[in-house]
C-alpha cells in the first residue's frame, strides 16, 4: 500500500501542491469561519446584556440596532468560509449506508459523481455570489438598517463560496486519480459525535 501511495506521489507532484495550497488556504479560512463565530457569540452576549440592563435602566437600549443584521452576515459568512475544510476533514454529511452499499469498484465512480455534482453546484453559487456582490458594489447598494454597503457582506460570501468551491474541484481531481480524499489531520471529532 505505501508503495501505490509512494508511486502516486511520485506521478502527481503537482496535484499533491495544489492540494497542499488549497488545503492552506482552506485552513485560513476555518480560522475566519471561528472568529466570526466569536464575533456573532459576543454580539448575542451584548444583546442579552442590553436586554437586561434595559428592565434595570431606560438608559440603556433594549438591543443593538444592527444585530440582527450583522449576526446574520457573521453566520453566513462562517458558513461559508468554513465549508471547504469541513469537506476536506470529510466531516460533512454524507449518506454513508449508501456508499457502504454501493462498496467495491463502484464506490469510486459514486465518489466521482458526487463530487462532480457537489462542485458545479458550489462553483455556480460561487460565481453567483461573485456577480451578486459585483452588482450591489457597481449600484451602491446599502442596507436599510445600517447603511452598510452590501457588496461587504455579499463579498465575504463570495470568498469563502469560492475557497469551498476550489476544495470541490479538488475533490473531483483526487477522486478521479484514486489520490485520498479525506486529509485526517484536519480531523477534530468523529463524524458520529
Known amino acids: 500500500m505505501s508503495q501505490k501511495l509512494g508511486t502516486l506521489s511520485g506521478k502527481y507532484i503537482l496535484v499533491e501542491a495544489l492540494q497542499r495550497w488549497i488545503d492552506r488556504i482552506s485552513l485560513v479560512s476555518a480560522y475566519l469561519a471561528a472568529g466570526c463565530l466569536a464575533m456573532l457569540t459576543l454580539l448575542t452576549l451584548c444583546q442579552v446584556a442590553l436586554g437586561l440592563l434595559s428592565k434595570v435602566s431606560s438608559v440603556f437600549p433594549?438591543?443593538?440596532?444592527?444585530?440582527?443584521?450583522?449576526?446574520?452576515?457573521l453566520m453566513g459568512t462562517a458558513f461559508m468560509l468554513g465549508g471547504a475544510l469541513t469537506m476536506r476533514a470529510g466531516m460533512q454529511i454524507r449518506v454513508e449506508i449508501l456508499m457502504k452499499l454501493i462498496g467495491g469498484q463502484f464506490q469510486r465512480l459514486m465518489e466521482i459523481v458526487a463530487?462532480?455534482?457537489?462542485?458545479?453546484?458550489?462553483?455556480?453559487?460561487?460565481?453567483?455570489?461573485?456577480?451578486f456582490?459585483?452588482?450591489?458594489?457597481?449600484?451602491?447598494?446599502?442596507?436599510?438598517?445600517?447603511?452598510?454597503?452590501?457588496?461587504?457582506?455579499?463579498?465575504?460570501?463570495?470568498?469563502?463560496?469560492?475557497?469551498?468551491?476550489?476544495?470541490s474541484i479538488m475533490r473531483v481531481i483526487a477522486a478521479v486519480l484514486g489520490l485520498p480524499l479525506i486529509n485526517e489531520s484536519f480531523k477534530v471529532a468523529s463524524a458520529s459525535e
Open 133 to 167: 456582490a459585483l452588482d450591489s458594489y457597481r449600484s451602491g447598494q446599502v442596507s436599510g438598517g445600517s447603511f452598510t454597503p452590501l457588496w461587504i457582506p455579499q463579498a465575504t460570501l463570495a470568498i469563502g463560496t469560492t475557497i469551498f468551491a476550489l476544495q
Open 115 to 131: 463530487s462532480l455534482i457537489g462542485a458545479g453546484f458550489v462553483s455556480f453559487l460561487a460565481v453567483s455570489l461573485a456577480l
Open 62 to 73: 433594549s438591543d443593538i440596532a444592527v444585530g440582527w443584521e450583522y449576526s446574520a452576515y
